[in-house]
């Protein structure tokens, strides 16, 4: 594909044309191998003017538009991620390193996305009720103008498509600020959009890192701010943003725990502990980043590291964002060790032939880590897993509250009356009962709590609705001879 190999290619996508910043660039390197694919300009607040007043503009006609009307060009856009899904697959493998396979899903979750977006017509009616004699109220739920989506690496296709098709659907104009590391896909998703008939300015690709997302903070003509990244930076986001008297909507980091009871299925439990762990080189924010033993789980430890054991990198396994994460992640796992954690399963200095230069790093299992280790209480955002061991659930559950996070928890156990415990008195967001990334799947929205989000909504789903509209209350009276009362 020639946007992903040709260097200095990406642009910024404004008022329906590609366009040159004249900012400085940044080079983008491919994880698989550690070259160089492209490069990206770090914007500049005047870059973002022009695609807000592009916005602006074109939220004049785009809002008029019946939502039914809107919903057509979403269809044609989902038709479009079908048609190219291999290419788009490939481009996600090539920017952010993870395997073709979790790219693939990817692609198919942006999908799914999309098709929910359609659905829209048939879940946003409008209320209408008599409330005194011949007076009518009603609601409507109407766009709130030109908003901005702010987002991260790890999923450089599907992530801009938790907000694209609901915020557009529902009468918006959208400023779209991908992750610098990964701009690649978020340019391809544009010139779908332009294909699919999206008029000019409706969508709009304005790429860079800090200095473009405090210009969005602050830029008064942008009425709402969804971001996506770590929690350091969503603080940073949802407090500048919020002084700016936008509503903002920012999710952020997370340390997942899973509870394994003595009682679990043993390979079920083994096979999704690993695979959430590991799967997209354990950079998801629904990875599994802490196992709870609760009791006698050893069986379940020894299987956890022989299916490990089984993932090559480069293969099962993709690569990590960077150089520097690779470094950052191996540091979690010597300090661990250093401190007196066992490593049962070691994926540092994991290389990949013909792919020296890439960034790897292979499953890791690490015993016998306290709640006090900087493993167990920072985010890693790599392919290990650490494990705590704990008396009872009661324990358990305790460790994982502890957690200044909240996006997941999950429970792996038999018994019904354990896992309505968890349930019931996880501080997270998703739940997982037997269920290793309990990601909610459309109509059900995601979205964490604690410092895993901030701000009310979901960022998906029906809640996803409430963030993107507000509503317009009337109220209507047209019979003057109608029983009057204290409202007529
Ligand atoms: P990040 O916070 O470094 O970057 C996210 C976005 O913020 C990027 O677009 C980046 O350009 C911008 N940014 C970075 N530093 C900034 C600063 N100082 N000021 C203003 N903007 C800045 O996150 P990342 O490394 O790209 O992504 C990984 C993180 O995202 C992990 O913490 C992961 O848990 C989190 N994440 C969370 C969810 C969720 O649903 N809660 C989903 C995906 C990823």
Same mark, same amino acid.
């Given at each position: 594909m020639d946007i992903a190999t040709t260097p200095n290619a990406v642009q910024n996508f404004i008022n329906g044309r590609f366009k040159t910043s004249t900012a400085e660039k940044l080079d983008v390197i491919s994880p698989l191998t550690g070259s160089t694919i492209s490069a990206v300009p770090l914007s500049t607040a005047t870059d973002l003017d022009e695609a807000v007043k592009a916005a602006k503009n074109a939220f004049k006609t785009w809002s008029a538009l019946t939502l039914k009307e809107r919903t057509q060009y979403l269809f044609r856009y989902r038709n479009l991620l079908i048609r190219d899904r291999d290419a788009l697959t490939e481009l996600v493998h090539l920017e952010n390193g993870k395997t073709l396979d979790e790219a693939r899903a990817e692609v198919d979750k942006s999908i799914e996305l999309c098709e929910f977006a359609c659905s829209m017509p048939q879940m946003v009616s409008y209320e209408v009720q008599e409330v005194s004699k011949g007076v009518e109220c009603r609601i409507e739920r109407k766009p709130i103008g030109v908003v901005a989506s702010i987002t991260p690496f790890n999923f450089p296709n599907m992530v801009p498509n938790w907000t694209i098709p609901n915020a557009l659907v529902l009468g918006n104009c959208m400023i779209l600020k991908p992750s610098e590391i990964v701009p690649l896909s978020a340019i391809r998703l544009a010139e779908l959009l332009k294909e699919a008939g999206v008029p000019d300015g409706v969508f709009n690709v304005v790429n860079g890192g800090r200095e473009i997302v405090e210009a969005i903070c602050d830029?008064?003509?942008?009425?709402a701010v969804s971001f996506v990244g770590s929690t350091k930076v969503a603080k940073i986001v949802y407090q500048r943003a919020t002084a700016n008297l936008k509503r903002c909507l920012a999710l952020g980091g997370a340390k997942n725990h899973l509870i394994v009871m003595p009682d679990a299925q043993l390979e079920m439990t083994a096979s999704n502990v690993v695979a959430s762990m590991s799967g997209c080189a354990g950079q998801?924010?629904? /990875?599994? #980043?802490?196992m709870i033993g609760v009791d006698r789980v050893q069986p379940i430890i020894d299987r956890m590291c022989e299916v490990a054991r089984a993932i090559r990198p480069g293969h099962e396994l993709g690569a990590v964002i960077s150089a520097e994460a690779k470094k950052r992640i191996e540091a979690y796992i010597t300090e661990a060790e250093q401190a007196g954690a066992k490593v049962l399963v070691d994926g540092r200095n994991a290389t990949v032939p013909d792919k020296e230069g890439g960034f790897y790093v292979g499953p890791t299992i690490v015993d016998y880590v306290t709640p006090d280790m900087r493993i167990a209480q920072?985010?890693?955002?790599?392919?290990v897993i650490s494990i705590i061991r704990a008396k009872n659930l009661d324990e358990a559950i305790a460790i994982e509250n502890?957690?200044?996070?909240?996006n997941a928890a999950s429970v792996f156990t038999e018994n019904g009356g354990f896992a309505k415990e968890v349930m019931e008195? /996880?501080? #997270?967001?998703m739940i997982g009962v037997n269920i290793g990334v309990p990601v909610p799947r459309e109509p059900f929205p995601f979205g964490g709590w604690n410092d895993s989000k901030f701000g009310v909504?979901?960022?998906?789903?029906?809640?996803?609705i409430e963030f993107w509209t507000q509503n317009k209350k009337t109220s209507v009276k047209w019979n003057p001879e109608a029983h009057t009362n204290w409202m007529s």
């Open positions: 830029h008064p003509d942008i009425q998801r924010c629904m /990875a599994a #980043a802490v920072e985010e890693v955002f790599g392919p502890a957690s200044p996070y909240g008195r /996880a501080s #997270a967001g909504c979901d960022i998906t789903g029906k809640s996803s």
